[in-house]
């Protein structure tokens, strides 16, 4: 089973722009909505390639009501933990004569004092050995500092594989728990080492600092330069692919989506990198936040070219 986790869902109302100008009246040339918060994403897009997942999700509001019905009608299979809160919304600017893709996030509410021990209880009442965690995305106001740790560790507990795709102080403190794979974008890990990285080496000599740290893999995107697998004893490069961006919401989340479905299908590496190159192709070319048309995945992952660097 792929489990998925979103602290802190939201609605993203993605607004197309022609040439947008600040402090200047713009007019809007198309407005959608779509349910997101980047585990959301992850179990949108495991559906769209056909896999299976639980997305956990924490709403309350009126926005929480529009969540649930529209993973419903699009077929998600999800545990809900209500709050009384409203669920955010967050505001996603597309320029389509400049190519700019702006993201306004809301915090979100405060969680309520139940919350925390709700969503811990049912992590740790309903993983077992072998099934995956998958982490991604913001926490709500109200929910301890180490509450992504806590998901860690009842998962850990189990036997169960769990990846994380967090930013800021929230990776930084995650890693302790020892997850079996991050995916820090490459700015994330800058960030993290507190460094400007301008060549592959290193980006592979810092994830291997993480790797004595404990964590089985560390997969780092980097945009049009590809995606890095590093574990102990390999670094594998998986080459992007060129398409016609249209929206770039959605793209890790369509990684970690592609990693999280392989892996539990016991893909190898190459394999694996090959399926989350081409998920996120796939969402890059999709207008607005909804997920990505996976018509395109089959041929995406023949073209996708995977170099063994070690």
Known sequence: MILTVTLNPAIDRTIEIENLEVDKVNRTLKVRKDIGGKGINVSKTILAMGGDS?????????????ILKEAQQMGLKTKVILNKGNTRENIKIVDVVNKTYTDINEPGP?????????????IGSTLSENDF???????LKGLSDDIFNKM??????VGAYTMVDVEGEKLRTVIESKPSLIKPNIHELEALFNTSITRIEEVVSYAQKLIEKG???????????????????TVY?????????????????????????????????????????????????????KTGNMASLNTYISKVDIVKLV
């Open 54 to 66: 639980l997305a956990t999700i924490i709403v309350g509001g009126p926005n929480g009501d529009f």
């Open 110 to 122: 405060d969680a309520d004092e139940a919350v925390e021990e709700e969503i811990l209880s049912f």
């Open 133 to 139: 965690l998958v982490l991604s995305g913001s926490s």
């Open 152 to 157: 860690v560790e009842k998962a850990n507990q």
């Open 215 to 233: 964590l089985q893999t560390v997969v780092v995107s980097m945009g049009e330069k590809g995606l890095l697998w590093i574990d102990e004893n």
């Open 237 to 289: 490069l998986g080459e992007a692919l060129k398409v016609d961006v249209k929206s770039t919401v959605g793209a890790g989340d369509a990684i970690v989506a592609g990693l999280a479905k392989s892996l539990n299908e016991k893909r190898n590496v190459e394999e694996t990198l090959r399926v989350a190159i081409s998920a996120a192709s796939c969402v890059i070319e999709t207008e607005g936040s």
